[in-house]
């Protein structure tokens, strides 16, 4: 079945430093991939998304490149900010099989200190 | 546009008692909704999926009859945790399909804690 691996955390950076939250996946279709962000006692939000091979998706200075090649789906920012202290999540959602049920990574928690 | 929200946001309950979550789509008709149960610094557990007019499907080890799912309109989805014991507490999360699109939107959460 479908599974997103994710970077295990926490990540700890100092502000204005640069993130690499690394993600790859499995799908037997042709997954959408997305992010989410969930700031602490709160839902998830969309953070991004990218739908094809190739495609980038970007958000609030958050970046992603939709790679087939390495079945990946980094997350990066070039200059972390105290408020991107969050939880992210990687996810797919695989359309081939007509279900949009997505499948989530286990989360990776960022820390960004002043 | 596509809000989720959740009500309520917080609740404490007593052991052996009722409680039910509402979710609702407010711009946009979802006719399928998704409970997640999150447990701290622990990844989404899919508890069920929920579709518009009829029953929910649920994931395996969830209880059906402990975890009530009603799926009433487009815009509406509740989960009712009956009988609820102190190891139902924890962190529940509904999310609400955009038709049309593979994409959800998440609730808020709802954290019910039971004493």
């Known amino acids: 079945g479908d599974s997103v691996t994710q970077m295990e955390g926490p990540v700890t950076l100092s502000e204005e430093a640069f993130l690499t939250i690394n993600c790859t996946y499995t799908?037997?279709?042709?997954?959408?991939l997305f992010w989410y962000v969930q700031y602490p006692g709160e839902g998830l939000q969309l953070l991004l998304k990218a739908t094809k091979a190739d495609d980038k998706g970007s958000n609030k200075g958050f970046e992603a490149t939709y790679r087939k090649e390495t079945t990946s789906f980094h997350l990066e920012k070039g200059s972390v900010q105290v408020s991107d202290s969050a939880v992210y999540f990687c996810a797919l959602s695989d359309r081939s099989g007509g279900s949009y049920i997505p499948t989530f990574g286990r989360g990776t928690s960022l820390i960004v200190h002043p | 546009g596509a809000v989720v929200s959740q009500h309520p946001s917080r609740v404490i309950c007593k052991s052996g008692t009722s409680v039910k979550i509402e979710c609702r789509s407010l711009d946009f008709q979802a006719t399928t909704m998704f409970w997640y149960r999150q447990f701290p610094k622990k990844s989404l557990m899919l508890m069920a999926t929920s579709n518009e007019g009829s029953k929910a499907t649920y994931e395996q080890g969830v209880e059906k009859d402990k975890f009530l799912i009603n799926h009433a309109s487009l815009t509406l989805s509740t989960l009712t945790v009956t009988s609820a014991h102190p190891e139902d507490s924890s962190f529940y999360i509904c999310?609400?399909?955009?038709?049309?699109?593979?994409?959800?939107?998440f609730g808020p959460g709802t954290r019910l804690t039971v004493l």
């Open positions: 799908a037997t279709g042709y997954p959408s």
């Open positions: 999310s609400a399909h955009l038709f049309g699109t593979d994409t959800q939107y």
